[in-house]
């Protein structure tokens, strides 16, 4: 026995239904775009005093200790790259700042 083909009628509502679910499906995706933050500069003046660097592997701190990275801190926003320490900016996910504190598991 064959499934029944859905109906035109059918076809046309799910696809309306669609269409107007994109735009708000689009704007619930958050990306650093969307925030509009912009990638912080190094030279910062707050980034510099806490030392923060693009890639955690270069940084010369002694307090740097290796697999600290943005990525793995409680102020780090992965969906838009922003840090709670740096409003307005985005920092890398492999960068590091003297801040870190261990995200929670
Ligand atoms: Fe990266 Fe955390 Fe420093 Fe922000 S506070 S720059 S997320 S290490």
């Given at each position: 026995m064959k499934a029944p083909l859905p109906s035109r009628r059918k076809f046309?509502?799910?696809?309306?239904?669609?269409?107007a679910a994109l735009p708000i499906a689009m704007r619930l995706i958050p990306d650093?775009?969307?925030?509009g933050l912009t990638?912080?500069?190094?030279?910062?003046?707050q980034a510099?005093?806490?030392g923060y660097v693009d890639d955690a592997s270069t940084s010369k701190l002694p307090s740097y200790k290796?697999?600290?990275t943005c990525s793995n801190c409680q102020f780090f926003t992965a969906a838009t790259g922003a840090c709670a320490l740096f409003a307005g900016f985005s920092v890398s996910s492999?960068?590091?700042?003297?801040?870190?504190?261990?995200k929670p598991a």
């Open positions: 046309l509502f799910q696809a309306a239904v669609a269409a650093a775009r969307a925030a990638k912080l500069p190094l030279d910062n003046p510099k005093a806490l290796p697999g600290s492999k960068g590091w700042c003297s801040a870190w504190a261990k």
